[in-house]
């Protein structure tokens, strides 16, 4: 028994490792994705009744899911607050994202791109493969199924928009779809979001100079200043602005640096009634630290700002807090207000970057 266990290290068996419920390799036993608690009788048999509540509303293949969606969208939309079963995720993103309609009218183009197209940002895009979610089972193995996935997907929609071509932030937003979804299936929703199938298009997250972040955080400082003035305030004397903490949470949509469980009750909501869940979560965590953020001088606040503490970080706290916050309106006018005192600037830009 001895020898064979010699043996096993002398060739290269490596140990099992201990990954939490999504698939990560757990780092602290304590943590809140780490923790796997026994469930109850009466929990799983609650469990059991909502998958089966939202395999009738999806009907077989997601056949059932626009009548559905017509016929009770407040059904729906609270639904998807609460959560949609891990089991469905996948599936249920893909009919709420529009992107099963676009790979349904594509066939066979996605496997043109990966096969028969070359991109001048291959290189790029292995460079940072690597340092996707790189504590995930699934994207740990130098050159496995996860890696080769995400640089399949990432290098086909670089050839599909040009003008976009890939950045990094890119890598995780696709990461997160291949852990629930099919390469092909990840690719339509990365389009999907990207060129507007249902919500706004947000291409502008990648193009050259980041212009949807830029207005992306004028909105969000403005909504800071006006629905939690005393922190805006604080962070007018301490010289802190958005881009310093908030750009990652719209470029990757929380997937960078949020915990998992929470990252994906976000992403529930974020393709079912769009962006604005970003900044009203963004808005929440504030609120939610608000006493402790106006005493932090510069420094403190700025680790503050990109450590949030595990109790911030608790959906069933931070969601009702976010869902509460009402910022559609005021988003469209800071939208139009972003774009008449830049619009001018961008246009005599454009125009001369025309040829005469």
């Known amino acids: 028994m001895e020898k064979k266990k010699i043996e096993d290290t002398e060739q290269g068996v490596v140990p099992a490792v201990r990954v939490d419920r999504f698939g990560f390799v757990k780092q602290e036993l304590n943590s809140p994705d780490c923790l796997v608690k026994s469930k109850s009788a009466f929990e799983y048999g609650r469990e059991e009744r909502r998958i089966r509540k939202w395999r009738k509303m999806i009907g077989v293949g997601g056949s059932d899911w626009k009548h559905y969606v017509r016929r009770k969208p407040h059904v729906?939309?609270?639904?998807?607050?609460?959560?949609?079963?891990?089991?469905?995720?996948?599936?249920?993103?893909?009919?709420?994202?529009?992107s099963r309609d676009l790979l349904l009218m594509n066939p066979g183009v996605y496997e043109q791109l990966v096969i028969y197209e070359t991109s001048a940002s291959e290189l790029?895009?292995?460079?940072?493969?690597?340092?996707?979610?790189?504590?995930?089972?699934?994207?740990?193995?130098?050159?496995?199924?996860?890696?080769?996935?995400?640089?399949?997907?990432?290098?086909?929609?670089?050839?599909?928009?040009?003008d976009v071509g890939y950045v990094q932030g890119m890598g995780f937003l696709t990461g997160l779809l291949l852990l629930y979804m099919s390469e092909e299936d990840a690719f339509w929703l990365v389009v999907a979001l990207l060129k507007g199938a249902v919500h706004a298009p947000m291409e502008g997250l990648y193009l050259v100079g980041l212009p949807l972040v830029q207005q992306y955080l004028f909105q969000f400082e403005h909504l800071v200043r006006e629905h939690l003035p005393q922190v805006g305030e604080h962070f007018i004397q301490e010289m802190i602005n958005p881009s310093m903490y908030a750009s990652q949470w719209f470029i990757t949509v929380f997937s960078y640096s949020f915990p998992f469980h929470l990252a994906l009750r976000i992403w529930d909501v974020f393709l079912f009634e769009g962006v604005k869940i970003v900044f009203k979560v963004g808005l929440a965590l504030l609120k939610y630290c608000h006493d402790d953020l106006v005493k932090l001088p510069f420094e403190k606040l700025i680790h503050a700002l990109r450590n949030f503490p595990e109790d911030a970080m608790d959906p069933d706290t931070l969601l009702p807090l976010a869902y509460s916050l009402k910022v559609s309106k005021r988003l469209e006018e800071l939208k139009q207000e972003y774009e008449k005192k830049n619009g001018k600037l961008a246009e005599s830009v454009k125009q001369k970057q025309q040829p005469p």
């Open 76 to 98: 729906v939309k609270r639904r998807i607050r609460k959560g949609i079963p891990d089991c469905l995720r996948g599936l249920v993103w893909q009919l709420i994202s529009g």
């Open 124 to 162: 790029d895009i292995i460079r940072d493969i690597s340092r996707t979610f790189p504590s995930h089972v699934f994207f740990q193995q130098r050159h496995g199924p996860g890696q080769r996935s995400l640089y399949n997907v990432l290098k086909a929609y670089s050839v599909y928009d040009r």
